[in-house]
């Protein structure tokens, strides 16, 4: 089962896609792997990462297992 | 005092604001005053006209971080009630966005009540904001004032 991740708001418009299903591996390795522009935006300072739902702080090493679900989100805007 | 919790609503689907405050308010006969904040999309003329606004969400995150929200106003002043309704999706100019009502016994507290939830979910909640004018769609980010209107409660 692979792990899945979550491009919110302007990432989505980068990655040209909402969701992308990975194989299970720690972060970096799945970072490497993807598009370097695409890869910069989600290291960007502004933009924080929820697994599972769960907002994750800064500098948490993640390793994603299987369906785990890595969302990255830009700063928000709402109402 | 509250006999039912906050309602908390994400819809993907156009509302009425005035049938969702009629309900709200004949639902809390007992409250003194209610405190209403209707957001809706400008209608403006211009080459910066906005003609759609999309507001996208994240389902595993944004309706409980909504309900988080409710659940920390509803704690920090005496309410009877407390209503939020979220859009998201593909909305027209002059379509509602965010309904917020409090209900409480005297009017200061849905003032408060009311005021602290919307600078919440303006630059607080999971929601990522796009317009679209004649020159496109663009990302809008959160402005200075959001962050200085959330300032105000710490």
Redesign the interface.
């Known amino acids: 089962m692979p792990a899945k991740l979550?491009f919110?708001?302007?990432l989505?418009?980068i990655a040209g896609m909402g969701e992308l299903a990975v194989t299970p591996a720690p972060l970096e390795l799945v970072l490497a792997a993807l598009d370097p522009a695409l890869a910069v935006e989600l290291l960007g300072e502004r933009v924080r990462m929820?697994l599972?739902?769960s907002?994750l702080s800064d500098n948490e090493a993640v390793v994603l297992a299987e369906g785990d679900?890595l969302?990255f989100?830009?700063?928000?805007?709402?109402? | 005092m509250a006999v039912s919790g906050p309602a908390v609503r994400l819809l993907g689907e156009d509302f009425s604001p005035t049938d969702e405050l009629a309900a709200f308010t004949a639902a809390h006969p007992e409250a003194g005053g209610i405190v209403s904040f209707l957001g809706q999309v400008r209608c403006e003329g211009g080459v910066q006209a906005v003609e759609a606004l999309e507001l996208k969400h994240y389902a595993a995150m944004t309706l409980p971080g909504m309900e988080a929200l409710a659940a920390t106003t509803a704690k920090r002043w005496a309410l009877d009630g407390l209503l939020i309704v979220h859009r998201f999706g593909v909305m027209r100019p002059g379509d509602p966005i965010v309904l917020v009502a409090a209900a409480a016994r005297h009017r200061r507290d849905a003032f408060a009540a009311a005021d602290f939830a919307m600078d919440h979910l303006k630059s607080q909640s999971w929601f990522w904001k796009r317009e679209k004018t004649a020159a496109g769609w663009r990302w809008i980010e959160p402005r200075a004032d959001d962050h200085r209107d959330l300032a105000r409660w710490l």
Do not use: K, M, Y
């Open positions: 979550v919110l708001g302007r989505e418009d929820a599972n739902g907002l679900e969302a989100l830009p700063p928000v805007s709402g109402g």
